[in-house]
């Protein structure tokens, strides 16, 4: 029998919790919050309750998920997992400390777990004695909805930690991406351009309802800025920053006066009543819709085939996880082969009328 430790019980940690209980596993919970331990009951309860009003799933097997969860005081109340997964703080000196701990306390075979998406998993794994037991598993919000969870590898992973870890989290329903322990992994990393592109088009007096308009047109079931509003534009102006700073400035990464002045205003989309486009929805795609698209498409495949010539990862990894992390109705190398040769002449264009501080960021990896 498989029992899997969480510890954090903030929105994705209890969301993990969830996740494993709803597959039949045994889960250890905790969290140095005393209040966020007392109400982790309340709250799943809270979170099942609605699936159970509508008929898909039965009280009996709510109370079966709520039995299998345990919530305890301490660390050293986990011996015995098998996998540990955090959802603490994202603070790097933080889950070090974690980690260290967490390391005394359960057995030499348990797998180490994090679920960070901006730290390097590289770096986490560096203070412990035993580095190739811990890897990252990111899982997407919420996570007992979203299919997808990347599986994070570094140079010291090792290969018996890797495939436990992926058939422990596949056994839960999950679809598992590995990739490289690289800034974004894929998803955070390959999506910024569906936001910049649009916030380019933005500065050029583009109306953001027309470029939403246009992309839902072809497929995509929101536009960069209902997705924006969605999520919150401050949340989407942290990932854009550290993502800027983690790839050294470059200007694929620019971060957009569009975004920054959004946020200065506090429009930050649906949790402040204002956004980008909400509440306003997108009306009839305008006449240049798929030059719209192209655009935006071609610098989504542009960022693909950067990460890809990285090295760590295929095609078939980052379409499937574009598709279920974003909910795209295709994976930028699937957009690549509906607009063939288009692609590289839009970027060529692109790239020829770039602004200074856009220069380079429409060239294509070499070789
Ligand atoms: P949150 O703020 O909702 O929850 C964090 C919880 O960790 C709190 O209950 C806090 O009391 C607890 N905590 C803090 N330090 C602790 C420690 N040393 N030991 C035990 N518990 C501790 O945060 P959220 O949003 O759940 O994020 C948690 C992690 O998941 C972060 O690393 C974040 O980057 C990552 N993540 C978040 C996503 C999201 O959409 N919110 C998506 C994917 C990953």
């Known amino acids: 029998m498989t029992t899997i430790a969480v510890i954090g019980l903030g929105t994705m940690g209890l969301g993990i919790v969830q996740t494993w209980a709803a597959a039949g596993f045994d889960v250890l919970a905790t969290d140095t919050h005393e209040p966020a331990r007392a109400t982790a009951q309340a709250r799943l309860l809270a979170a099942l309750t609605p699936r159970v009003e509508a008929g898909k799933m039965g009280p009996s097997d709510r109370d079966a998920i709520l039995a299998r969860v345990r919530i305890v005081a301490d660390l050293s109340m986990l011996q015995g997992a098998d996998l540990?997964?955090?959802?603490?703080?994202?603070?790097?000196?933080?889950?070090?400390?974690?980690?260290?701990?967490?390391?005394?306390?359960?057995?030499?075979?348990?797998?180490?777990?994090?679920?960070?998406?901006?730290?390097?998993?590289?770096?986490?794994?560096?203070?412990?004695?035993?580095?190739?037991?811990?890897?990252?598993?990111?899982?997407?919000?919420?996570?007992?909805?979203?299919?997808?969870?990347?599986?994070?590898?570094?140079?010291?992973?090792?290969?018996?930690?890797?495939?436990?870890?992926?058939?422990?989290?596949?056994?839960?329903?999950?679809?598992?991406?590995?990739?490289?322990?690289?800034?974004?992994?894929?998803?955070?990393?390959?999506?910024?351009?569906?936001?910049?592109?649009?916030?380019?088009?933005?500065?050029?007096?583009?109306?953001?309802?027309?470029?939403?308009?246009?992309?839902?047109?072809?497929?995509?079931?929101?536009?960069?800025?209902?997705?924006?509003?969605l999520v919150g534009a401050d949340i989407n102006l942290a990932a854009t920053e550290s993502l800027f700073a983690a790839m050294d400035r470059h200007p694929r990464y620019h971060v957009f006066d569009a975004l920054r002045a959004q946020v200065a205003k506090g429009d930050l989309g649906r949790k402040s009543g204002t956004g980008f486009v909400f509440p306003q929805k997108p009306g009839a795609p305008p006449a240049d819709a798929d030059a719209?698209?192209?655009?935006?498409?071609?610098?989504?495949?542009?960022?693909?085939?950067?990460?890809?010539?990285?090295?760590?990862?295929?095609?078939?990894?980052?379409?499937?996880?574009?598709?279920?992390?974003?909910?795209?109705?295709?994976?930028?190398?699937?957009?690549?082969?509906?607009?063939?040769?288009?692609?590289?002449?839009?970027?060529?264009?692109?790239?020829?009328?770039?602004?200074?501080?856009?220069?380079?960021?429409?060239?294509p990896p070499t070789g």
């Open 84 to 229: 540990a997964v955090e959802a603490v703080v994202e603070r790097l000196e933080v889950k070090q400390a974690l980690f260290a701990k967490l390391e005394q306390h359960l057995g030499p075979g348990a797998i180490l777990a994090t679920n960070t998406s901006s730290l390097s998993v590289t770096a986490i794994a560096g203070g412990l004695r035993h580095p190739e037991r811990l890897l990252g598993l990111h899982f997407f919000n919420p996570a007992p909805v979203m299919k997808l969870v990347e599986l994070v590898s570094h140079p010291a992973a090792s290969t018996d930690a890797l495939t436990r870890a992926r058939a422990i989290t596949e056994a839960a329903g999950k679809t598992v991406i590995q990739c490289p322990d690289r800034p974004g992994f894929i998803v955070n990393r390959c999506a910024r351009p569906f936001y910049g592109e649009a916030l380019a088009m933005v500065e050029e007096v583009r109306s953001p309802l027309d470029i939403d308009a246009a992309m839902m047109a072809a497929g995509y079931r929101l536009g960069p800025f209902a997705l924006i509003d």
């Open 292 to 363: 719209i698209v192209l655009r935006i498409e071609a610098a989504l495949i542009n960022e693909a085939a950067w990460l890809l010539s990285e090295g760590g990862t295929t095609r078939e990894w980052i379409d499937t996880a574009l598709k279920l992390g974003l909910n795209f109705p295709r994976g930028p190398f699937e957009m690549q082969a509906r607009h063939g040769a288009a692609i590289e002449t839009e970027l060529a264009r692109l790239e020829a009328r770039a602004p200074a501080h856009l220069t380079s960021r429409y060239l």
